[in-house]
């Protein structure tokens, strides 16, 4: 299992757009996510996931989240890359649908 938290310092509507286009693009695929939160935040928003594996996470990132950061923002995007994601381990998660109990 691999899990990340992010602090993003960017407006929650850039948040909104790409979780939308995200969202269209994998559909109910399986690809290895899940838990997906985020929420506002007084800097802009924090994203917590959990992936069933660190393949499963880097793959998502280069083959979804990278280009539809490209269409979504364009030239509008931030100047600099968003601050990397921190790992943790979980002291405790359930999700049933999924089957995971720690």
């Given at each position: 299992?691999?899990?990340?938290?992010?602090?993003?310092?960017?407006?929650?509507?850039?948040?909104?757009?790409?979780?939308?286009?995200?969202?269209?693009?994998?559909?109910?695929?399986?690809?290895?996510?899940?838990?997906?939160?985020?929420?506002?935040?007084?800097?802009?928003?924090?994203?917590?996931?959990?992936?069933?594996?660190?393949?499963?996470?880097?793959?998502a990132m280069e083959e979804i989240l990278a280009p539809v950061m490209r269409e979504v923002m364009g030239d509008h995007g931030p100047a600099t890359a968003p601050p990397p994601a921190t790992e943790f381990d979980p002291r405790g998660l359930i999700i049933p649908a999924a089957g995971v109990l720690i």
């Open positions: 299992m691999y899990c990340t938290i992010q602090d993003v310092p960017a407006p929650i509507e850039m948040y909104d757009r790409v979780h939308a286009a995200v969202g269209a693009r994998v559909g109910d695929r399986d690809i290895g996510l899940l838990m997906h939160l985020a929420k506002e935040s007084s800097g802009g928003f924090t994203v917590i996931e959990i992936w069933r594996s660190k393949a499963d996470f880097d793959r």
